[in-house]
């Protein structure tokens, strides 16, 4: 099996880490970075010859440039990317920050989306490469008290798909990653955005008192197993489009898919009545 090059955001902690040491164990070469380059670096340190430890804030376009430079100078160029790097805030949607949710959006997808397009080029020019872009349960069902985090998501896996449909004509795929509750530690690095307000006591108000009392044992998924899992969707003949981790994902996801399969069944007749008469026979799409 050719050795692949991995360019993998966010891996000095969570899953990014353990997709780093997965990939790296299995004999791939990888870029590993983050925005503090401390971790990466005694990752990187175990794997002299096969890995590179470059800092990469991905809000930061001189950082992204560099990042892809290194990766290109060292190993030749990137045969996947991956776009891990994310950060989340708690709160009712009327209670966060403005500034904490527009660097949420910032880094959540805009980062991503600036860093495919850095990869893009060289990709095409080789006519080989994997986009994955990691998601989460809440890019497809979202909860009270984390939307914004979950319309930077949902914005994402838009994103990949119209991304998908664009390069797999030219040899290239692209994936979405839609992670559950993966024991990476992500409790003790959320925290609540604004002033909480009694109107939501309820609702993101439980999620913000829950936050003090999470613990590991409340996270189902194993990141190793999440990684292994990862690479082999990469390394598959034709990369799928979706990827959903760990039981708590595939439970809410599918109380999702239910609910949307239902109202969309029960909403023919709304749908179909709003066109001009005959107009579907002649519909593009």
């Known amino acids: 099996m050719t050795r692949k090059t991995w360019l993998i955001t966010g891996a000095s902690s969570g899953l990014g880490q353990a997709l780093a040491a997965h990939v790296l164990s299995e004999g791939d070469q990888a870029v590993v970075t983050a925005s503090s380059t401390q971790a990466t670096t005694e990752l990187a340190a175990r794997h002299p010859e096969t890995a590179l430890a470059v800092k990469l804030d991905v809000t930061d ?50 980062g991503a989306v600036a860093l495919t397009r850095e990869v893009l080029p060289v990709m095409r020019a080789r006519r080989s490469g994997v986009i994955v872009n990691v998601s989460s349960m809440d890019g497809l069902a979202s909860l009270p008290a984390n939307g914004y985090y979950s319309a930077s998501k949902f914005a994402l896996e838009g994103f990949t ?7 797999e004509p030219l040899g290239l795929h692209a994936t979405i990653i839609q992670p559950g509750s993966f024991r990476t530690g992500i409790e003790n690095r959320t925290r609540a955005s604004g002033e909480a307000i009694a109107d939501y006591a309820a609702t993101a108000g439980a999620f913000r008192a829950m936050m003090g009392s999470l613990t590991p044992e409340m996270f189902p998924g194993d990141p190793e197993r999440a990684a292994a899992a990862i690479r082999d969707a990469v390394l598959a003949a034709e990369p799928p489009h979706w990827v959903v981790l760990g039981s708590d994902a595939y439970r809410r996801i599918g109380v999702k898919l239910s609910e949307l399969g239902a109202a969309y069944a029960s909403g023919r007749d709304v749908a179909f009545s709003t066109d001009f008469p005959g107009a579907a026979e002649h519909a593009v799409l």
């Not at 060292?74 to 966060?96: H, K, P, S, T, W």
């Not at 798909?161 to 390069?167: D, P």
Request: proline share 2%; charged share 35%.
């Open 61 to 110: 376009p001189e950082d992204r440039v560099r990042a892809v430079r290194a990766a290109q100078e060292r190993f030749g160029g990137i045969d996947v990317l991956v776009n891990n790097a994310a950060i989340d805030f708690i709160g009712a949607l009327e209670e966060q920050e403005e500034d904490d949710y527009r660097r949420l959006f910032e880094v959540n997808f805009f």
């Open 161 to 167: 798909e119209a991304l998908w449909q664009e390069i």
